[in-house]
């Protein structure tokens, strides 16, 4: 749309009243009627800058001075901007489409992830954080979301994305991740999955299902015992033992999932994305484990648009798949066939950097899928230290080595810190190897919490301010980085950009 001359953004003027120079971020400039909005950045802040008149510029909070409004990018604004242009407020993925999670833990990556989807007829969930990683960073669901739609309107991008409340275990959780307007909730019911079934003898599961309440194993084995299930040519039977192991697992999880889909699910004024996890097991979820639950899911009349079971092989934090690929692609099939017949997706977590599956994943489901990938553009961002600012990258490597201990906890991973190059043995210029070494990718990746929040004895954080204000200053780095290591995700998966 034309804009007319007093409707302009005026850069010079902008510059006066913020003290800085500013970027302004043309993709951004949007007209309204009487008023045009644009995103620009001064120093650190990035701000909302509405011209003209009228009710958008109005209902914007911000300091005014002729007809020009200059905007904080807070929470208040972002609902105004989602109610005047909804492109830029979170959307569930109603037509199904494959679609990627790109959890975003610095609030920084979603223009990066905007570049790489360009041409893509993927959906992205842009806004995508559980529980852990907004207590590891600081963060809230609002926050999350507003990043993700600022990022939206600042590169013009009118594709539709989605918010996922991830892994969300508490209904407390659900209820704030609803709030703030997610428009796809993650239900990890791994609290209520008896995991310690699964090393279990046959003689202690008999011991153990004596002790359930008779009656509703009476009702469970009615419809399955012995039971043969025909899933596209694979033939199930769900013969005594399984089933009662799989009943030891996972009957309070039915339960929970069946509680929750009724209470936020099913009658939400606004359409929901139900996701179902199962995949925080050490054992991977067997086929005829995840077509008991399918049959439970439909005789619960839950409607699920996505299932992550755990698939057989290791999914460690930001390095490639380990396992028998042959084994992989056998696996997923079944799990496949099985999300087909009953009408929802596959999902695959900690989907970064696994990319000897991604053919597979493409050639195997052949329709579409979600996939999810988080800590990778935290490590993309860790490059960008290394190429431009030795320095402050060495402090934080220094520093990881000292949290790994701490880190571990929370992980499960086979790092070997002894493995990675000492850094007194390696140039500036050699730094960004470490990006490409498994081990240090590890250490990198599971400390980031340490990294972004520890303090020194004074109280101030370690690095946030220092890597933020780098971030900022490279965002268009930062952004290329993404939109080359997102890409080859995408094109692995065969989504040609
Ligand atoms: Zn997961």
Known sequence: MELYEEKRIKPEQLKKRLGKPITLYERSETSLGECTLALVRAGREKYLVATGSGPVFDELEGTTEGSCKICPTNHANRLVLNS??????????????????????????????????QGTSVFPIFAQQSVRELTLTGRTFEDVIDKAAYAVFQEGYTGGYGADGDHLKKEADIEKALEAGVTMITLDSSDVIDNTVFTLGTHEVEARYEQMDATLCKSYEDRYRDQVFTVSDQSYTLDAEHLKRDILIYHRALDFIQAIYEKYIAGSAVSLDFEVSIDETDTPTDAKSHLFIALELKRRKVVVSTLAPRFIGEFQKG???????ALFEQDLLAHTAIAKQFGYRLSVHSGSDKFSIFPILQKTIKGSFHIKTAGTNWLEAMRLVALKDPDLYRRMHRHALSRFADARAFYHVTTDISAIEALDATQDAELVHYLEDDNARQLLHITYGFLLEDTDATGRKLFKDEFFSLLAIEEQLYADLLAKHIGKHLHLLGFAS
């Open 84 to 117: 005047y242009l909804p492109y830029t407020k979170p959307q569930s993925n109603a037509n199904k489409r494959t679609s990627i999670g790109l959890g975003d833990r610095l609030g920084e990556a979603t223009c990066g992830h905007i570049r790489a989807l």
């Open 319 to 325: 390095i490639d798949y380990r396992g028998d690929l």
